[in-house]
């Protein structure tokens, strides 16, 4: 997996907190003006993105836009979800292909 020009690390759910609906228009100018454009969702970040419930609105709308969204899988087996049942368009890393991906990309921004 080919890295980013700008990674976002996300751990809050876009059912609790408000970061992802903040995050959504930066990251979409970022996309806008070519950007490659990567957000992990992780922690509780990934709370949401099961195919069997109500998806947030900031998702599909995410999902929308050129920015490509990432799941860490560890992360939703923790909180009970199954990773094989994540929504369509989200890509689920494990542990390695996280660093990997970090490593990969030319900027990193935390949001835990």
Known sequence: MAGHDILYLVGHGARQELHLEDLFPVASMQAEAGRNVGIVLMQDGVIGLS???????????????????????????????????????????????????????????SIL
């Open 51 to 109: 195919s069997k419930g109500l998806v947030p609105e900031v998702i599909t709308d995410l999902l929308g836009a050129d920015i490509h969204l990432h799941s860490l899988g560890p992360d939703m087996t923790a909180r009970g979800m199954n990773p094989d049942l994540v929504i369509e368009g989200i890509d689920i890393l494990d542990y390695d292909t996280l660093v990997d991906l970090i490593t990969d990309s030319e900027k990193v921004i």
